[in-house]
C-alpha cells in the first residue's frame, strides 16, 4: 500500500517577526504577513493557491484575491497541516496555504493570557488556570516516579538557552540559563517556577504544501512521514486527571499522545531511535519529560533522568525544542505557536535553522498540545520522500 502522505510535500514556511507586542497588527494581518512569507520562500505565486487553511482562512482568500478556493477554519497546528495535506491528497486542491497570527489578543497584562483562564463554572471559581492544570500532572509524575524540580529545570534551562542564542526569539540575549536560574525565578504552581512557564508575545507563521510534482521544483521540499492526534476530551473545561481512561484498554490522559506516537511512527515505518531533532511544544517544563516518555524516547519515570543526563540539548542524543520554543522564542495565541513547532522542524531538515542546526538531520518529530490541555497531536517529516 503507497504512503497515505506520498504525494504532498512542505514547500515553504515563514515566521514574522515576533514580538512581546506588535501594536500595528491584529491576528489577521500578522498571519497574511506569514503566508505572504510562505508564499514567497516556496517560490509559488498567490494566484497558484487553492486552498487555505485557518482560523482567518476567509480573510486571507478575499485579501489575495483566491476565490473560488476551498478554505478550512481549522485551528490548532499539527491537524491543521494533515486537512490541508487532505485536501491535497484527495485532489481537491493543488497548493495549499496554513496560515495563523496572534496579535492584539492579551491587552491586560496584569493577568494571565486570556487563554489560560477560560470562564468556565467547572474550573473558574476554582483558580485553576493552565499553569496549575498541567502542575497537576507534573505533581502525579514526580509522587510516582521520583521526578525532582531540578529536572524540570534543566529542561526549562536547555530550551530558554536555546531561545537566548537565536537572534529571531523574543527573549534573544536574555541568558544563558542554568537549572538554579530556574529554581530562583518565584513559585507560580507548585512546582512550576516562572521560568518553568511559557512567555506570551504576538507573531504569525504559515506553511505552504504542494502536490509531488510541484515539490520537485521546490528547493528543499520537506515530506510528512507520518501524523496522528489524541484527545480525551475539550481543553481547560475539565480538571486533568493522571488516570482518566474512558477505554479500558486504552492509555491514561496521563500518557495522551502514546497511541498518536505508536500511530505516526507505523505510518512512517519507523522508531524513535530515528529521531534527529525533536521540536516539542513545551508549554511548561514537566511537558517535555512526559512526552519523552509517552512518545517511547524512554521509559515511563526514566524521563527526568534522561533530560538530567543532557539527552537534550544541541549536540546532544536528542536536541529538543531548538529554537527556544513557547519558553523563549514565541508565543503568539494558540495556534501560530503551534504551527511553529512544524516550522522549526522543516528548517531543521533543509539546514536552514540559524542557530542549533542538527548536523544531517534526517527525520524530525514535533509535536502539539499535553496532558494538562487533554490533547496531543504528533507528525513526523522528513527529508526523504515516503
Request: overall charge negative; charged content about 15%.
Amino acid at each position: 500500500m503507497p504512503h497515505p502522505f506520498r504525494d504532498v510535500a512542505i514547500a515553504g514556511v515563514h515566521n514574522t517577526v515576533q514580538a512581546r507586542s506588535l501594536p500595528d497588527h491584529d491576528s489577521t494581518s500578522i498571519a497574511l504577513v506569514g503566508a505572504l512569507g510562505a508564499l514567497a520562500d516556496a517560490g509559488v505565486s498567490p494566484q497558484e493557491v487553492d486552498g487555505v487553511v485557518g482560523t482567518d482562512c476567509a480573510q486571507i482568500v478575499l485579501e489575495l484575491g483566491l476565490g473560488p478556493c476551498a478554505r478550512r477554519p481549522t485551528s490548532l497546528g499539527i491537524p491543521a497541516l494533515l486537512d490541508a495535506a487532505a485536501l491535497i491528497i484527495t485532489g481537491q486542491c493543488r497548493v495549499v496555504l496554513v496560515a495563523a497570527g496572534g496579535a492584539g489578543v492579551h491587552l491586560d497584562r496584569a493577568s494571565t493570557a486570556p487563554w489560560t483562564r477560560p470562564a468556565n463554572e467547572l474550573v473558574v471559581g476554582y483558580g485553576l488556570f493552565t499553569a496549575a492544570e498541567f502542575a497537576l500532572m507534573a505533581r502525579r509524575h514526580m509522587l510516582t516516579y521520583g521526578t525532582t524540580p531540578e529536572q524540570l529545570a534543566t529542561v526549562a534551562a536547555t530550551i530558554r538557552t536555546n531561545g537566548h542564542l537565536n537572534p529571531d526569539a523574543v527573549y534573544f540575549g536574555r541568558g544563558p540559563f542554568s537549572p538554579g536560574d530556574i529554581l530562583e525565578s518565584r513559585m507560580i504552581a507548585d512546582p512550576f517556577h516562572l521560568l518553568d512557564c511559557a512567555t506570551t508575545s504576538e507573531g504569525g507563521c504559515a506553511i505552504v504544501l504542494v502536490g509531488s510534482e510541484r515539490a520537485n521544483e521546490c528547493r528543499a521540499p520537506v515530506w510528512i512521514l507520518g501524523g496522528a492526534s489524541d484527545s480525551f476530551g475539550p481543553a481547560y473545561s475539565v480538571a486533568p486527571v493522571w488516570d482518566f481512561q474512558p477505554r479500558v484498554d486504552g492509555p491514561p490522559v496521563g500518557l495522551v499522545g502514546a497511541r498518536a506516537a505508536r500511530m505516526a511512527f507505523a505510518m512512517a515505518g519507523l522508531t524513535p531511535a530515528d529521531v534527529d531533532v525533536a521540536e516539542l511544544y513545551d508549554p511548561f517544563s514537566f511537558e517535555i519529560i512526559r512526552q519523552l516518555e509517552a512518545f517511547g524516547f524512554c521509559r515511563p519515570g526514566e524521563g527526568g533522568p534522561f533530560v538530567e543526563d543532557g539527552n537534550i540539548g544541541t549536540g546532544a542524543l536528542l536536541p529538543v525544542t531548538t529554537d527556544g520554543g513557547t519558553m523563549s522564542y514565541s508565543h503568539p495565541g494558540i495556534n501560530a505557536q503551534q504551527l511553529q513547532r512544524v516550522i522549526r522542524a522543516s528548517e531543521q531538515l533543509r539546514g536552514s535553522c540559524r542557530t542549533n542546526q542538527v548536523d544531517r538531520a534526517e527525520v524530525a518529530l514535533c509535536s502539539n498540545g499535553g496532558a494538562g490541555a487533554l490533547f496531543c497531536d504528533v507528525l513526523l517529516l522528513g527529508r526523504t520522500r515516503p
